[in-house]
């Protein structure tokens, strides 16, 4: 008998512990959007908020002039997801081993690629480590990664687009003032094979699928 009333004791209180757990989860959730909120105030961030528990950060950069970052809220986890760059047009596994060398010097974030082969920087951190000093410090970080990155990343997954590139500008005596951090691929003379017909308004940036990136663009 007291095995019993043991027994019905457990399966009457196990929805009062259901519904506990609902509310416990929607008060860290909330206190975490109040954290993101409060960060991006303070930081005076331009920021879209598409939906509940979502926000979209604008970071201005140096080398890529603008990173959109998502938050998301879920259950557990806020979801740190930034794109940096289009899949490389060359050298595919030397941009992957350069990323993977990279990731060895982060903390918090790392590159990933999608099935498409377009580079992000990801990353996971629990609902109850989520306050304003935090969210602060990833936006940093990610800021960091994808600016002090994405010369390299183009260069070499894009090499053959920029020498291109200086080549149209300089056959033409267009400024070249954006191709500064690619003068290493600047060639000694302008290619004969460049033809006026090529454009550099066809060069479109390194975040926009099959297209060459313009330097001048993809920042």
Known sequence: MNDSASEQSVVNTAPMNTASAGTESDGVRGRAGAAIEAALAGAEASFEHPGDGHYVVALPGTHKLNTACSLLVGDHTLSVNAFVVRHADENQEAVYRWLRERNARLAGIAFALDRLGDVYLVGRIPLAAVTESAVDQVLGAVLDAADSSFDALLELGFAGSIRRE?????????????????????????????????????????DSDGADPDPDATR
């Open 166 to 206: 200086w080549e149209w500008r300089l056959k033409r005596g267009e400024s070249t003032a954006n191709l500064a951090a690619f003068e290493r691929l600047r060639p000694d003379v302008p290619s004969a094979a460049s033809g006026d017909t090529d454009s550099g308004t066809d060069y479109s940036a390194a």
